[in-house]
């Protein structure tokens, strides 16, 4: 299936907003697209790992940068995804293949 420039825009969108990730995934149409589905997974994982990072190293200032940084890092993983790509998130994303969960 060809990758179109809604796939690319909802790809990218769902690593910075994460609820667009599980909305992907929640509409049959959206999510029999690969690319969408595959950065869906993919971002979906990535903002739980930023929620549970937030809570867990939150008591501190200087450990609350941590999941701030990792936010911005998303701002590269969506212009990867608008750009059409396919990336690996390195440790992430061969769990998420040993899963079962991307192809």
């Known amino acids: ?3 179109d420039s809604n796939d690319k825009l909802w790809a990218a969108l769902s ?8 909305v ?7 999510k029999e697209r690969p690319f969408q589905k595959y950065h869906a997974v993919q ?14 190293l939150g008591w501190t200032v200087i450990l609350a940068c941590v999941p701030l940084l990792l936010w911005f890092v998303t701002f590269y993983w969506a212009y990867q995804a608008y750009q059409g790509e396919y990336f ?12 079962g969960w991307l192809e």
């Open 1 to 3: 299936m060809e990758i």
């Open 15 to 22: 690593y910075p907003i994460g609820i667009i990730a599980v």
């Open 24 to 30: 992907i995934l929640l509409v049959e149409s959206m």
């Open 43 to 56: 971002a979906l994982a990535v903002n739980v790992i930023l929620v549970i990072l937030s809570i867990v």
């Open 88 to 99: 690996e998130i390195p440790g992430l994303t061969p769990f998420l293949k040993g899963q």
